[in-house]
């Protein structure tokens, strides 16, 4: 069965980086792009950006030059980094299978605090 | 980028009862390219409906989805309990694919 499984939970000081993982299973890893969406504490669902089949990443434009995304086939793995961490960041991320399309897998979701 | 409202914020209904959620964009994203999740406290949201009104795997079919253009629906037919959840609408027809604001359905 397809699974997407996520690292765990991360407390970060403002400035600093977070890297979440979410290791794939259960499908051909090169026929799916992964994308990511983020959920504020009580608040929606944010589009961060996507990383196709071929590497090629698109991001949304307000987290432009603090985000970057890759995959390890490898693993069936994929990585979302985001830098210069604020308050702001603290939010549920997932990762969801899809790229441009709507996202029929989730992962869990990995919690991640900034807070000095 | 494609703004969704969705309509209302929040509704408190009882088990049994029928109930029809609302997502309205902001201009055309092209046909049918809208997706309806379901999200439970501390979960990750779950597919319920893509192309509009096409079931995923596994959705009972007391869930059915309608509309195009700007105007969507998410109806429910009969509620049971383990319905009462946030409903969330997702446009993915133009880039960057864009989230509505949720419905909250509430036990009354």
């Known amino acids: 069965q397809v699974q997407l499984v996520q690292s765990g939970a991360e407390v970060k000081k403002p400035g600093a980086s977070v890297k979440v993982s979410c290791k794939t299973s259960g499908y051909t890893f090169s026929t799916y792009g992964i994308s990511w969406v983020r959920q504020a504490p009580g608040q929606g669902l944010e589009w961060m950006g996507w990383?196709?089949?071929?590497?090629?990443?698109t991001y949304a434009q307000k987290l432009q030059g603090r985000v970057t995304m890759a995959t390890d086939t490898s693993t069936s793995t994929v990585y979302m980094e985001l830098r210069s961490l604020r308050s702001d960041d603290t939010a549920v991320y997932f990762c969801?299978?899809?790229?441009?399309?709507?996202?029929?897998?989730w992962g869990q979701g990995t919690l991640v605090t900034v807070s000095s | 980028e494609i703004v969704l409202t969705q309509s209302p914020g929040t509704l408190s209904l009882s088990p049994g009862e029928r109930v029809t959620l609302s997502c309205r964009a902001s201009q055309n994203f092209g046909g049918t390219s809208l997706a309806w999740y379901q999200q439970k406290p501390g979960q990750a949201p779950r597919l319920l409906i893509y192309?509009?009104?096409s079931r995923a795997t596994g959705i009972p079919d007391r869930f059915s989805g309608g509309g195009s253009g700007t105007d969507f629906t998410l109806t429910i037919s009969r509620l049971e309990p383990e319905d009462f959840a946030v409903y969330y609408c997702?446009?993915?027809?133009?880039?960057?694919?864009?989230f509505g604001q949720g419905t909250k359905l509430e036990i009354k």
């Open positions: 969801a299978r899809g790229v441009g399309t709507y996202y029929d897998f």
């Open positions: 990383i196709s089949t071929k590497g090629t990443t």
């Open positions: 997702q446009q993915y027809g133009r880039s960057p694919g864009t």
């Open positions: 192309l509009a009104s």
